[in-house]
């Protein structure tokens, strides 16, 4: 899925359930975009895969 974003239209996450309270490692991946974001000059940003992991996140369900 090409990477969009909307302050109140896109909702990133919310396929994403856990089954009970506790501490979780997360993480993911987000590819550059297949557009460039911005002019000539500042269209180079995010050029690059970005990965990010978080260990021992304490998580509790929240809205179903």
């Not at 909307?6 to 979780?24: D, F, K, M």
Request: proline share 9%; glycine share 18%; net charge negative.
């Amino acid at each position: 899925m090409d990477l969009l974003w909307h302050a109140q239209l896109y909702r990133y996450g919310e396929n994403v359930h856990i089954s009970g309270g506790g501490a979780y490692d997360v993480g993911g991946t987000v590819d550059p975009p297949t557009f460039r974001p911005h002019d000539e000059v500042n269209g180079d940003r995010y050029g690059e895969p970005v990965t990010v992991l978080f260990w021992g996140l304490e998580l509790g369900p929240g809205q179903p």
